[in-house]
T-cell receptor
Framework: EAQVTQNPRYLITVTGKKLTVTCSQNMNHEYMSWYRQDPGLGLRQIYYSMNVEVTDKGDVPEGYKVSRKEKRNFPLILESPSPNQTSLYFC??????????????FGEGSRLTVL | DQQVKQNSPSLSVQEGRISILNCDYTNSMFDYFLWYKKYPAEGPTFLISISSIKDKNEDGRFTVFLNKSAKHLSLHIVPSQPGDSAVYFCAASGDTNAGKSTFGDGTTLTVKP
């Protein structure tokens, strides 16, 4: 089954404790992206990757890191989480980095709480 | 500066009637638009898209209209069904910055039986 898998789905952590949210897709997609969803703010893009070893900032990259060493994986790293990073996170992928070639496929989301 | 806006946070319609969800954008470089639907505790799923070379795209009960001069698009659902109750996001992107996708805040649609 074609899917985007995120882990963990739920996490409660404390300020400053490094964490990684993993994202994996099995569709051989070139493009992957991370979003956060906050009440009243829709989906805001954190980072994206057009292909292996090619990443770039979205609209809200502060406090996050990413890497794309393999095509299927795009982990989101919070080196020193803070309470304002409490949010619902979505990973997504698309066949090609070209914008008008199709839709994004989303994971089920990871709800992160930073105390 | 919010480049994609959905000005109605919520919409309630009766089953069988038409639902119209609106989206406005400010960036004239956007040339590809998509609508996504999101149920609680799930990720968004793709619904329908439209390229700027078209002004209408239809898929079953769902039609998207694009008015480039007004920088406005709308999603029509006819007839509306209770299972359509969800949050709907409008998204836009452009080839000049192909990696970026900009989403609206979402509209919560409730279809009453």
């Amino acid at each position: 089954e074609a899917q985007v898998t995120q882990n963990p789905r739920y996490l409660i952590t404390v300020t400053g404790k490094k964490l990684t949210v993993t994202c994996s897709q099995n569709m051989n997609h070139e493009y992957m992206s991370w979003y956060r969803q906050d009440p009243g703010l829709g989906l805001r893009q954190i980072y994206y990757s057009m292909n292996v070893e090619v990443t770039d900032k979205g609209d809200v990259p502060e406090g996050y890191k990413v890497s794309r060493k393999e095509k299927r994986n795009f982990p989101l790293i919070l080196e020193s989480p803070s309470p304002n990073q409490t949010s619902l996170y979505f990973c997504a992928s698309r066949t090609s980095w070209v914008a008008n070639t199709g839709e994004l496929f989303f994971g089920e989301g990871s709800r992160l709480t930073v105390l | 500066d919010q480049q994609v806006k959905q000005n109605s946070p919520s919409l309630s319609v009766q089953e069988g009637r038409i639902s119209i969800l609106n989206c406005d954008y400010t960036n004239s470089m956007f040339d590809y638009f998509l609508w996504y639907k999101k149920y609680p505790a799930e990720g968004p799923t793709f619904l329908i898209s439209i390229s700027s070379i078209k002004d209408k795209n239809e898929d079953g009960r769902f039609t998207v209209f694009l008015n480039k001069s007004a920088k406005h698009l709308s999603l029509h659902i006819v007839p509306s069904q209770p299972g359509d109750s969800a949050v709907y996001f409008c998204a836009a992107s452009g080839d000049t910055n192909a990696g970026k996708s900009t989403f609206g805040d979402g509209t919560t649609l409730t279809v009453k039986p």
